[in-house]
């Protein structure tokens, strides 16, 4: 008897509170995204796709000097140098497979030059397993500058060791 | 005559269409209403805030292949989503949607038919519902689909006879088997039958829940156990039908619960379908609430529920309110 009592307690006075949270979190914001609509800010050392750098005259950072194929614990990343029109070296073929890269961001840190970064981008899927190579022309276009707090200290120490940032 | 058939035919056509347009939109409310209780966002990409949705799904399921396994029964595996389909159109049969209107000059009454055994019928109806979830699940040659046939059936046993029971009460008090005459009688607020019957509301809500195979009481279909239940073989237009079969069930059980204890389509200043749309808007609202809220029962659980907790109830409720209008009234009132 005291258990049926127990049991009609609690029906009557425990199970409308279960009913009463279900009902308020219908006025609650969702927490999910209106995913390909709408896009979570990444946060600023976020590791994505990577991007080269240029010089505000728009020549190329990169000297192709192999610092960053070598850093690459993956293996990912295949150059070959040339020179320009001036006579001064830079990368005839500069290849990032993004299969296997593994986004840890060695090469941004190995890079003398400043010259390749991780960028925001995250969303790289493709049908084909060719497109993922990623060439150089590809990873040139114009992206925001990624505030990298090490590389600020870098061109710090350069400035105050009279290493000149301009090439 | 001519008239008279002319009406009720258009009337029919009218019925259907708005209760499978209803059931359609019921899957809308029901992703909605689920998502924001589960913070999320819901369907809202076809159409403005996806309300285009369920006519892409039926495009969809239109167009999808109607794979038919190899070792079913064909004959029963046809006919089980029609037999599951058809019993919950039939119940709009008697119920009233409306009060008496004037139409280009006829008068024409709120129900497709006044039986004079309205509610006798409703639950001889959806009662049969059952027998398309039983027979698909054992047509389709498939354990899930077996088991989840066989808990419908238990359930059903187990759940028919509370259902039965719980709105006898409402019947001794109304005097009548017709559903126009009990909306008549509940005319205002304070005379539903609500008010002189909470418990059988109660029981006949929670059976009701039972009948129609939702949460908490969906053991037949039970997704995270027995995959989809009884239409776990099913596909396409098939599928469909044992989902309009559903949804269709959800419409009719909260239009006869509006129409028993909430006064149907009685309410002031609005016209008196949007009356009944609203209460059976606000009774498929409850079914997503339960749903968001409860989970799902043991099969023991329901069936100690069941037997010895709604049948008990629903026997009392019934004797007490036969005491009551056969004695205790006059005695207290003095008759």
Redesign the interface.
């Known amino acids: 008897m005291k258990e049926i009592m127990k049991a009609i307690s609690r029906t009557i006075f425990k199970m409308p509170l279960?009913?009463l949270?279900?009902?308020k979190?219908?006025f609650?914001k969702?927490?999910?995204l209106?995913y390909p609509r709408k896009k979570k800010p990444m946060a600023p050392r976020y590791r994505g796709k990577h991007y080269l750098e240029r010089y505000d005259d728009g020549t190329e950072r990169c000297v192709c000097c192999g610092l960053c194929a070598a850093a690459c614990p993956a293996d990912a990343i295949y150059m070959e140098p040339e020179e320009n029109e001036n006579g001064e070296r830079r990368a005839k073929i500069y290849e990032i497979n993004l299969l296997r890269c593994i986004f840890c961001g060695f090469c941004e840190e190995a890079c003398p030059e400043e010259a390749i970064f991780l960028g925001q981008e995250y969303e790289f899927s493709d049908y084909d397993r060719n497109s993922f190579i990623y060439t150089k022309e590809e990873m040139l276009v114009p992206h925001p500058r990624k505030d990298n707090p090490f590389k600020r200290i870098i061109r710090r120490v350069r400035r105050v060791y009279g290493v000149s940032e301009s090439k | 005559m001519l008239e008279v058939i002319l009406i009720s035919s258009v009337k029919v056509i009218v019925v259907v269409v708005v209760l499978l347009t209803g059931c359609a939109y019921a899957t809308y409310m029901e992703r909605k209403?689920l998502?924001?209780?589960?913070?999320?966002?819901g369907p809202?990409y076809a159409g403005p805030f996806g309300l285009l949705q369920p006519i892409a799904d039926a495009i969809k399921l239109i167009f999808k292949e109607d794979i038919v396994p190899d070792n079913v029964e064909r004959l029963t595996y046809t006919l089980a989503p029609m037999i599951s389909f058809v019993p919950a159109v039939l119940t709009f049969a008697v119920v009233p949607f409306s009060s008496k209107f004037t139409l280009f000059g006829h008068e024409i009454t709120g129900v497709i038919s006044d039986l004079n055994i309205g509610i006798l019928f409703v639950f001889a109806v959806t009662s049969l519902g059952v027998y398309g979830i039983l027979l698909g699940g054992w047509s389709a040659g498939s354990k899930y689909s077996l088991l989840g046939g066989l808990r419908a059936s238990a359930q059903m046993i187990s759940y028919e006879l509370s259902y039965g029971l719980s709105i006898v009460g409402v019947i001794i008090i109304a005097n009548t088997l017709s559903m126009v005459e009990l909306v008549e009688q509940q005319s205002t607020i304070g005379s539903w039958f609500i008010w002189k019957q909470p418990l059988g509301f109660l029981l006949y809500i929670t059976c009701a829940v039972a009948e129609t195979n939702r949460s908490p009481f969906d053991l037949p279909e039970a997704e995270s156990e027995l995959v989809g239940g009884y239409h776990t073989e099913y596909s396409s237009m098939r599928f469909a039908q044992f989902f309009i079969g559903e949804y269709g069930n959800m419409l009719a059980v909260s239009a006869v619960a509006a129409t028993l204890f909430f006064g149907g389509w009685q309410g002031p200043l609005l016209p008196p379908v949007v009356w009944f749309l609203i209460k059976v808007f606000c009774f498929m609202f409850l079914y997503i609430?339960l749903r968001?809220?409860?989970p799902r029962f043991r099969y023991d659980q329901l069936m100690n529920f069941g037997w010895k907790v709604l049948f008990p109830l629903a026997i009392f409720n019934t004797l007490a309110t036969g005491l009551w209008v056969l004695w205790l009234s006059d005695v207290i009132f003095g008759g």
């Open positions: 279960g009913f949270v279900t009902f979190y219908i609650k969702p927490v999910t209106d | 209403v998502a924001f209780m589960q913070h999320r966002i809202n609430w968001a809220t409860l």
